[in-house]
């Protein structure tokens, strides 16, 4: 039975914990905070709970591959699911267009708004339906999959989305609300296959959200770990690997320990590692990928707040306008406001959270990170502005909010970069352009026969199904190498090594 030391208890860190333990070796998971699950967590401001990730989870169909995935890791299988009856609702100057779960309904939607765009709108439809049918989440039940003939005459119909922005194509609508609504949820440098990915998760009831949401699916995949033998170490900080002989054979850690293992699986964002923890160059093709101008990262700035009402006129995600005399203070357009109604715990009864969302490209985020190393008190300061600015943005918008919005905690790039090692604050991968493919990068690093890569960096754009399926993939590989050098697996393990080809 081989030893794997994974660092990073994020999604990633635990998928490779739990499948290791399922291929039959012995995991340890080093997380350097007081819980594991990365991005994907929540935390307590009084008595109300601040959600930091889920806002749709792919793989909450059942018929979907990523569904098994979910189950396998112990966190879904039993548990409540929410599917909104819409994902999104954008409005322009008094209009709104949402995202809705039904999809004839949603081509309806559109087709009201703008008959003049008929034949864009029925294009996208078709292209989704398409999507959902390569998932396996087509058809009535959500269940139906193309079959290899229809998988092969799907590819020109994609080819469009494949070939376009999220911006190039919003500017194929006439209507500035169908303009609005298709550029609104993703950034403008997104491909637009990534577009359509979305809604086809959402409309094939395969992005819903499940219950207690992030913190309450990251203690379900530590228990799950913890159930199966392996280990998690908490507040351990991985400062060094360890090198010898063309093979990492231990880690140094903050607390001046050190563990050595068989196998090294490095679960976090590789510009924290390589040249850092790690006296290595990055793979190649990852390396490549941080250059290439057109792979932006990108993070965001939130504010969540406490609302004295749970009677709002929207649900799930609305979209709107900024009032022009805040864009310039707060670089954006357009805000995101979220509210959880769906989660009844998450604050005090007739009272709900909110939060608002923005996104920021690499040089933005790295203002943030800058300021608060800088100027602790100025950074304080600019969170607090930023606040305010929002809080009056959202009592124009909804006057009946006024006197009811109280701030709970505001959270930036620079959170995320001290929270989770990533270099500019990212909690996704990087942005997925057009005339691009999501193409996997191996998890191999050259020179170093026992150390793997499990990150969402991977592939682009990165979030929890990737996260979860690089980990997976990780310990299939060391288990697949142990079978290699004659080592047996637990028996306890066989029903998954036979999935493995008996290995």
């Known amino acids: 039975m081989a030893k ?33 699950g990365g991005n994907l967590t929540g935390w307590q401001r009084g008595e109300y709970h601040i959600d930091n990730c889920i806002h749709w989870l792919t793989g909450t169909n059942p018929s979907s591959d990523t569904y098994k995935t979910w189950e396998e890791l112990g966190a879904l299988g039993g548990i409540d699911i929410f599917q909104g009856d819409t994902l999104y609702t954008c409005e322009y100057r008094g209009e709104t267009l949402s995202l809705c779960k039904n999809l004839k309904r949603l081509e309806e939607s559109m087709l009201a708004v703008s008959p003049r765009d008929k034949d864009e709108i029925r294009s996208l439809i078709r292209a989704v339906r398409t999507m959902q049918g390569l998932c396996g989440i087509a058809g009535e039940e959500h269940d139906k999959k193309l079959s290899l003939s229809g998988k092969l005459s799907a590819l020109p119909m994609l080819t469009k989305y494949y070939a376009l922005t999220v911006s190039e194509l919003a500017s194929r609508f006439s209507h500035p609300l169908l303009r609005r609504f298709i550029g609104a949820f993703w950034g403008e440098d997104f491909g637009a296959l990534a577009l359509v990915t979305v809604f086809a998760a959402f409309c094939g009831e395969n992005g819903g959200i499940p219950k207690g949401s992030s913190r309450a699916m990251a203690e379900r995949m530590s228990s799950r770990l913890k159930a199966l033998g392996g280990e998690l170490l908490l507040g351990k900080e991985a400062v060094k690997i360890n090198r010898l002989n063309g093979k990492a054979v231990s880690v140094d850690f903050a607390d001046d320990t050190r563990i050595e293992a068989d196998y090294i699986v490095v679960a976090c964002d590789p510009a ?34 406490s609302c004295d009402t749970s009677a709002l006129s929207f649900k799930g995600d609305f979209i709107f306008d900024v009032p022009r005399k805040y864009r310039s203070e707060l670089r954006i357009n357009q805000v995101i406001v979220r509210e959880f109604s769906h989660e009844e715990a998450f604050a005090p009864r007739g009272k709900t959270v909110l939060q608002t969302l923005t996104f920021c490209y690499e040089d933005e985020a790295r203002k943030f990170i800058e300021l608060r190393d800088k100027d602790r008190e100025a950074y304080e300061r600019k969170k607090r502005s930023l606040a305010d600015a929002l809080v009056r943005i ?14 709970l905690d505001v959270w930036t790039p620079a959170t995320y970069k001290r929270y989770t ?13 057009s005339k691009r493919l999501p193409v996997r990068i191996g998890n191999r690093v050259k020179g170093l026969s026992n150390v793997l890569l499990a990150t969402q960096w991977q592939q682009m754009p990165g979030g929890l199904p990737i996260a979860a399926e690089a980990g997976k993939r990780a310990a299939e590989t060391i288990a697949k190498t142990e079978a290699r050098e004659g080592r047996r697996l637990f028996s306890q393990r066989k029903p998954y090594a036979e999935r493995l080809g008996e290995i």
């Open 394 to 407: 959202l009592v124009m918008k909804f006057p009946q909010m006024k006197g009811k919005l109280e701030l």
């Open 272 to 305: 924290a590692v390589f040249g850092k923890l790690l006296d290595a160059d990055m793979p190649r093709r990852l390396a490549k990928q941080y250059k290439d101008p057109r792979l932006h990262r990108f993070s965001s700035y939130q504010c969540a707040l």
């Open 421 to 433: 090692g990533s270099e500019t604050g990212s909690y996704m991968s990087f942005v997925f352009p």
């Open 4 to 36: 794997v030391l994974i660092i990073g208890g994020g999604v990633a860190g635990l998928s490779a914990g739990i499948y290791s333990e399922l291929c039959g070796q012995h995991a340890v998971v080093c997380e350097r905070h007081s819980a594991a």
